[in-house]
């Protein structure tokens, strides 16, 4: 049971180019969720996935894209990564939305040069 | 935009000592939950307390809620070094569907 993983670790990207971000959870969630943390600014939702099927936005949507792959799998896209897209990239999962504990894969670095 | 705020950003004490944190937020709330992050980690759920609970334990963990002031805390008694962490709570936005994360409290516990 592996829980919340995401690929890559680590990646650095130059001003441009487009990447996506790979999340899945074996754990048989409805929700899942894109955050980014950045110093001092807590973590910003980017976009969720109540349930398989359907996606919308958080917070800070702009420049990125989802896809609710099928029920384990939600990844991020980056169609023209930008510096301001520098930050640390965490995917989560719930069982039902908010009503109950989020678990977090352990991140991506992103650096965007 | 931030639901959760928590107090104070930042937090010194020794090991042996309790920490305390605050938590206010802005619209009503089905529950409130609070997560810890160690550096360059992932966040780990710790507790979650329900809007009909006042207070909730776990382990060292006591976590208080007031409704009718929109404000959580969270004590850590006897702290640890190895509780020097971040510590976020989060409450509903999005019609419920997703949580909404404070900036969070740096707690740092030196032994």
């Known amino acids: 049971n592996a829980g919340v993983t995401q690929t890559p670790k680590f990646q650095v990207l130059k001003t441009g180019q487009s990447m996506t971000l790979q999340c899945a959870q074996d754990m048989n969630h409805n929700s899942m969720y894109w955050y980014r943390q950045d110093p001092g600014m807590g973590l910003r939702l980017i976009y969720y996935s109540a349930s398989e099927g359907t996606t919308d936005k958080g917070e800070v949507p702009n420049g990125y894209n989802v896809s609710r792959l099928n029920k384990r799998e939600f990844s991020l896209r980056l169609e023209s990564a930008a510096p301001s897209q520098t930050s640390v990239y965490f995917c989560a999962s719930s069982e039902q939305g908010a009503l109950n504990e989020q678990y977090f894969g352990p991140g991506t670095r992103l650096t965007v040069t | 935009s931030q639901q959760g705020e928590e107090d104070p950003q930042a937090l010194s004490i020794q090991e042996g000592e309790n920490a305390t944190m605050n938590c206010s937020y802005k619209?009503?709330?089905?529950?409130l939950q609070w997560y810890r992050q160690n550096s360059g980690r992932g966040l780990v759920h710790l507790i979650l307390?329900?809007?009909?609970?006042r207070e909730k334990h776990s382990g060292r963990l006591r976590v208080t809620l007031d409704t009718s002031k929109k404000s959580s805390s969270l004590l850590i008694t006897a702290s640890r070094a190895a509780d020097t962490a971040s510590y976020f709570c989060?409450?509903?936005?999005?019609?419920?569907?997703?949580?909404?994360f404070g900036k969070g409290t740096t707690l740092s516990v030196s032994s």
């Open positions: 307390i329900r809007s009909n609970e």
């Open positions: 619209t009503s709330i089905n529950n």
């Open positions: 989060a409450t509903e936005g999005q019609a419920g569907t997703a949580l909404i």
